[in-house]
């Protein structure tokens, strides 16, 4: 494991996390979902078990988007942080959360299948 | 007042678990995608936002909208149960930016141009052959 660190956190500072270690390249997801969520795509990385803290976390609203999956946000700034499948141990941090510079580089488009009708998604 | 509640529904929109639903009656600007540190931290990634005067909005379930004051100049609007970012408001100028994300399909909108590039995050690259602009928009644009 590297000694990275990569920090990041909501737009008001009410919610902050670090992770240990090197990240996966994020996936940029094009569902109807997060769409809603985001107003944007919802980019995300992984934070493997053990390898993240959150400070702040009684600022976090967790919502049920479907059964067995919840999306955390700042409920004080509506800053959308995570994406958990729960018991999973594992985190999915937004790319947009992170504190700059991050590093990492979108590598794959998933559910391009049920993108907006307001931009031409990428071919793959 | 009475001739904008006759003019027809041109989009509706809601958020990801439905408490906050929206009607938009008038004309919405073409879409635009916002690269600023604030927006990309707020949604998690760069958003994509139309525009409509704030007369022509009606919000149902008002209540469960949270404002949050994000700059002297500005407030973001997001469902206080899951989330979901619904609004950006330049406050005392009428209008409303409303994230593309939340209409309902067919939105008849197009994505026109990308704005405060010199913010962009690093993760991602801008290849869709739009204008970009460094900063904000004139407004004439807005």
């Not at chain 2, 405060?116 to 904000?136: C, H, M, N, R, W």
Request: aromatic letters at 8%; proline letters at 5%.
């Amino acid at each position: 494991m590297s000694d990275r660190r990569a920090t990041g956190g909501c737009l008001c500072g009410a919610v902050r996390y670090q992770i240990e270690g090197a990240l996966a390249s994020p996936s940029a997801c094009h569902c109807g979902q997060c769409r809603r969520a985001h107003g944007a795509l919802g980019v995300y990385t992984l934070a493997p078990a053990e390898r993240y803290k959150i400070k702040g976390g009684r600022n976090i609203t967790w919502y049920e988007s479907s059964p067995g999956i919840r999306r955390g946000f700042c409920r004080n700034c509506g800053s959308k942080l995570f994406w958990e499948r729960v018991g999973s141990g594992q985190l999915d941090v937004t790319m947009g959360s992170m504190d700059q510079p991050t590093g990492l580089k979108i590598s794959k488009h998933i559910h391009l299948e049920d993108a907006g009708d307001y931009y031409d998604p990428p071919s793959r | 007042m009475a001739d904008i509640e006759q003019a027809p529904v041109r989009a509706t929109g809601h958020c990801l678990c439905g408490a906050v639903r929206i009607e938009i009656r008038g004309p919405l600007r073409d879409v635009v995608v916002c690269h600023c540190g604030q927006c990309r931290r707020q949604h998690g990634a760069p958003p994509s936002y139309t525009s409509a005067s704030w007369p022509n909005v009606t919000i149902h379930g008002e209540k469960n909208l949270k404002w949050f004051q994000s700059s002297e100049q500005a407030r973001r609007g997001f469902c206080r149960i899951c989330g979901s970012s619904l609004f950006w408001e330049p406050i005392g100028q009428g209008r409303v930016s409303i994230s593309a994300g939340c209409l309902v399909k067919p939105t008849g909108l197009r994505t026109v141009r990308h704005i405060f590039v010199a913010e962009k995050g690093d993760f991602y690259d801008i290849t869709d052959g739009l204008e970009k602009l460094p900063q904000s928009m004139t407004a004439s644009m807005a």
